[in-house]
């Protein structure tokens, strides 16, 4: 067991993913490790939701739900609470700090320097890698003097995303010395996938080299399954075109994060059925997967709503304090007409969120006086805390609002600046019965048919 400066006093534990305060030992999955030397590297700063998915998850699609589940976990691993937080603190509308005392210092920012003074330590993990981790093409065998650098950006990219840049020059090394090898290509387009930053002014440039890694892996292998899916992805959301990521899509099956890419998907175009076969395919091979919440989702989703409350009823007992949980319910509740049951769960969330009592007692009060209306005429134009209560952040979450109170010109408006944004909700539009209100709305549907629906073109 580590040492620790005092009894109580957490120590982190890198080579080992876990916890120690001298009375226990307590393991840290992935993205709880990421996540909480994403806090201590700015402890006492707030750091962003949206900085904590691209740090952590990357590029990879995920809910902001993803994120909670990762803070509940290390804060029931801490022993914290979110109403007293002792260590991680919830900054409304915007994200999370670290508010506890130092455990002890987080990854170098160069993780060559880690190595340095930890060699003996990274040679073993290395030697973990190079039998659990892919191996090289048959034939293709990685030089000797390469398989340090190669294993060493692969462990980042898996579990040090804040550490990406040191990575990819890692890979870069590997890939100029032996440009034959298609693994390492693969690995350097997943880090410069995982780095894509719609918003960046250099976005545009770096797709272009993505995409040319990508084909030059497709041209020497076509049915490579990762850069298959990495194609897939860049497509369907990066150039939002339904109709050219489909083949890569499918091409990327069988593999748990196929059928779970492809089941968003097919949920997207509308294809309710299809999506959740494939999303049960995903949880079936990936068990650390989406949660069992995701299902009724996709029930929600394709309109079958008494189905998706079932799943949920079933999952009470092991996801009441699950934010998504509540999430999910407001939704189902809401489409069922069920509205004081979608009220006490939305006053939930908000209160997981960090919304004041005198808040609280506005918003059930405008509900007593003018329904679920009078609730969302005040999260989009009185609620300064625009935290995500479970519609997204804005732009999305202005355009839910406006569509709920039925200004659709606003919605549309909002709509577009969400797509301008490269949100990647956008492209669920279609298939979301929150914006059944619009599906009249002639502007509405030529906006699903240019930019969602294209696969239904002639």
């Given at each position: 067991m580590l040492k620790t400066a005092n009894k109580g006093q957490w120590v982190i534990n890198h080579r080992q993913l876990s916890l120690e305060n001298g009375f226990k030992v307590v393991e840290l999955d992935p993205k709880q490790y990421a996540l909480l030397v994403l806090l201590l590297k700015f402890k006492h700063q707030d750091v962003s939701k949206t900085q904590i998915l691209s740090e952590v998850w990357g590029q990879r699609v995920v809910s902001e739900d993803a994120i909670y589940v990762a803070v509940n976990g290390l804060r029931k691993l801490l022993g914290d609470d979110a109403k007293s937080p002792k260590y991680i603190k919830t900054i409304s509308g915007v994200g999370y700090r670290w508010v506890g005392p130092p455990i002890t210092e987080p990854l170098p920012a160069v993780l060559d320097s880690y190595l340095l003074t930890a060699v003996f330590g990274l040679l073993i993990i290395a030697l973990v890698l190079f039998w659990q981790l892919p191996k090289t093409s048959a034939g293709m065998e990685l030089p000797e003097h390469l398989n340090g650098p190669y294993n060493q950006a692969r462990y980042i990219i898996n579990n040090h995303p804040e550490e990406l840049e040191t990575a990819i020059s890692l890979l870069q090394t590997v890939t100029v010395d032996r440009?034959?090898?298609?693994?390492?290509?693969?690995?350097?387009?997943?880090?410069?996938?995982?780095?894509?930053?719609?918003?960046?002014?250099?976005y545009h440039r770096e797709k272009l080299q993505l995409e040319v890694i990508l084909q030059r892996i497709l041209d020497s292998n076509e049915h490579h399954k990762g850069a298959n899916l990495l194609f897939a992805k860049l497509i369907f959301m990066g150039s939002m075109d339904a109709e050219g990521a489909k083949p890569y899509f499918l091409n990327a099956l069988p593999s748990s994060e196929g059928h779970h890419m492809y089941g968003q998907y097919l949920l997207a175009l509308g294809e309710m059925e299809e999506a959740l076969t494939h999303i049960k395919t995903y949880q079936s091979l990936d068990p650390n997967g989406f949660s069992s919440e995701s299902v009724a989702w996709v029930y929600m989703m394709s309109q079958n709503f008494d189905e998706a409350k079932n799943v949920l009823e079933n999952l009470r007992p092991y996801s009441d304090s699950n934010r998504f949980y509540h999430v999910c319910l407001r939704a189902i509740y809401e489409q069922l007409g069920e509205y004081e049951l979608a009220l006490k769960e939305l006053l939930w969330v908000m209160t997981f969120e960090g919304y004041s009592q005198h808040e609280l007692a506005q918003v059930q009060s405008l509900f007593d006086q003018h329904g679920m209306k009078g609730v969302y005429r005040w999260l989009l134009f009185h609620d300064t805390h625009k935290a995500d209560v479970g519609h997204y952040s804005a732009p999305m979450s202005l355009a839910r609002y406006a569509t709920a109170i039925?200004?659709?010109?606003?919605?549309?408006?909002?709509?577009?600046?969400?797509?301008?944004?490269?949100?990647?909700?956008?492209?669920?539009?279609?298939?979301?019965?929150?914006f059944l209100p619009l599906k009249n709305n002639q502007q509405f549907s030529e906006m699903i048919e240019k930019y969602i629906l294209k696969s239904n073109k002639s």
């Amino acid at each position: 067991m580590l040492k620790t400066a005092n009894k109580g006093q957490w120590v982190i534990n890198h080579r080992q993913l876990s916890l120690e305060n001298g009375f226990k030992v307590v393991e840290l999955d992935p993205k709880q490790y990421a996540l909480l030397v994403l806090l201590l590297k700015f402890k006492h700063q707030d750091v962003s939701k949206t900085q904590i998915l691209s740090e952590v998850w990357g590029q990879r699609v995920v809910s902001e739900d993803a994120i909670y589940v990762a803070v509940n976990g290390l804060r029931k691993l801490l022993g914290d609470d979110a109403k007293s937080p002792k260590y991680i603190k919830t900054i409304s509308g915007v994200g999370y700090r670290w508010v506890g005392p130092p455990i002890t210092e987080p990854l170098p920012a160069v993780l060559d320097s880690y190595l340095l003074t930890a060699v003996f330590g990274l040679l073993i993990i290395a030697l973990v890698l190079f039998w659990q981790l892919p191996k090289t093409s048959a034939g293709m065998e990685l030089p000797e003097h390469l398989n340090g650098p190669y294993n060493q950006a692969r462990y980042i990219i898996n579990n040090h995303p804040e550490e990406l840049e040191t990575a990819i020059s890692l890979l870069q090394t590997v890939t100029v010395d032996r440009p034959d090898l298609i693994d390492p290509l693969y690995w350097l387009a997943k880090a410069y996938f995982m780095r894509l930053q719609p918003q960046s002014t250099n976005y545009h440039r770096e797709k272009l080299q993505l995409e040319v890694i990508l084909q030059r892996i497709l041209d020497s292998n076509e049915h490579h399954k990762g850069a298959n899916l990495l194609f897939a992805k860049l497509i369907f959301m990066g150039s939002m075109d339904a109709e050219g990521a489909k083949p890569y899509f499918l091409n990327a099956l069988p593999s748990s994060e196929g059928h779970h890419m492809y089941g968003q998907y097919l949920l997207a175009l509308g294809e309710m059925e299809e999506a959740l076969t494939h999303i049960k395919t995903y949880q079936s091979l990936d068990p650390n997967g989406f949660s069992s919440e995701s299902v009724a989702w996709v029930y929600m989703m394709s309109q079958n709503f008494d189905e998706a409350k079932n799943v949920l009823e079933n999952l009470r007992p092991y996801s009441d304090s699950n934010r998504f949980y509540h999430v999910c319910l407001r939704a189902i509740y809401e489409q069922l007409g069920e509205y004081e049951l979608a009220l006490k769960e939305l006053l939930w969330v908000m209160t997981f969120e960090g919304y004041s009592q005198h808040e609280l007692a506005q918003v059930q009060s405008l509900f007593d006086q003018h329904g679920m209306k009078g609730v969302y005429r005040w999260l989009l134009f009185h609620d300064t805390h625009k935290a995500d209560v479970g519609h997204y952040s804005a732009p999305m979450s202005l355009a839910r609002y406006a569509t709920a109170i039925g200004d659709e010109q606003l919605a549309l408006h909002y709509l577009e600046q969400s797509r301008l944004a490269g949100q990647y909700a956008f492209m669920w539009v279609a298939s979301d019965p929150h914006f059944l209100p619009l599906k009249n709305n002639q502007q509405f549907s030529e906006m699903i048919e240019k930019y969602i629906l294209k696969s239904n073109k002639s």
